[in-house]
């Protein structure tokens, strides 16, 4: 039995080499090396907003109006508005601001109530330690602790008590006033009244 013998000169490859695409490679604006791929145009990731800061004084509208004037010209509005602003901490003001538009004249109120702002001279249970009484043009409040009943008032007197941070007190319109903004500057001038107040041991 003869044997074949193949030399190598008979044998055709028939395999062929596939291509290799080099590899992509980009570098970033500042010209780093870094030698990243980003394949195709590459973004670069959203960075996340940081949480807002919480504002140092809470604010609420206790009076919004507008306001016409009429001139030669024919008539002009503006916007009035009073705010209470505090910390809930014992500090609280009321301010009022004008403008021919409604954001600036609230901005405009917000500065007049820190500006006026006081400080409440309260109990360790953010209370007050005895009745208090003030007169505000034709707006009368009288304010008085209540143990063990939370916040015992209306109006804008309740808006200024709260942002003031008190608890366990009671106030009472005597007057029957329905201006929202002179009722909340006499209740902030009642509470004035307290900044003379030496506070026993026991209260604090």
């Known amino acids: 039995m003869e044997e074949q013998v193949i030399t190598t000169e008979e044998v055709k490859t028939t395999e062929v080499a596939t291509p290799v695409a080099p590899a992509r490679v980009e570098r970033n604006d500042r010209g780093d090396r870094g030698g990243r791929d980003r394949g195709g145009r590459g973004r670069r990731p959203a960075q996340r907003r940081g949480e807002r800061a919480k504002p140092e004084f809470d604010q609420k509208i206790v009076s919004l109006r507008r306001v016409t004037r009429v001139m030669a ?3 002009r509005f503006s916007f009035s508005v009073a705010i209470v602003a505090g910390n809930r901490k014992g500090m609280v003001g009321v301010g009022q601001g004008k403008a021919t538009d409604t954001p600036l004249a609230i901005e405009k109120a917000f500065r007049d109530a820190r500006k006026n702002m006081i400080t409440v001279n309260t109990t360790k249970t953010m209370s007050i330690p005895h009745d208090v009484e003030a007169k505000y043009a034709s707006s009368w409040v009288k304010i ?3 143990k063990g009943k939370g916040v015992l008032a209306g109006s804008s007197v ?3 008590l709260e942002l003031a941070g008190l608890k366990e007190i009671g106030a009472k319109l005597l007057s029957r006033s329905k201006n929202h903004a002179n009722n909340a ?7 004035k009244q307290l900044e003379g107040t030496k506070l026993r041991s026991y209260d604090k």
């Open 73 to 75: 010209g024919g008539r």
């Open 144 to 146: 008085r602790p209540a």
């Open 158 to 160: 309740r808006t200024v």
């Open 185 to 191: 500057y006499a209740a902030v001038k009642a509470l």
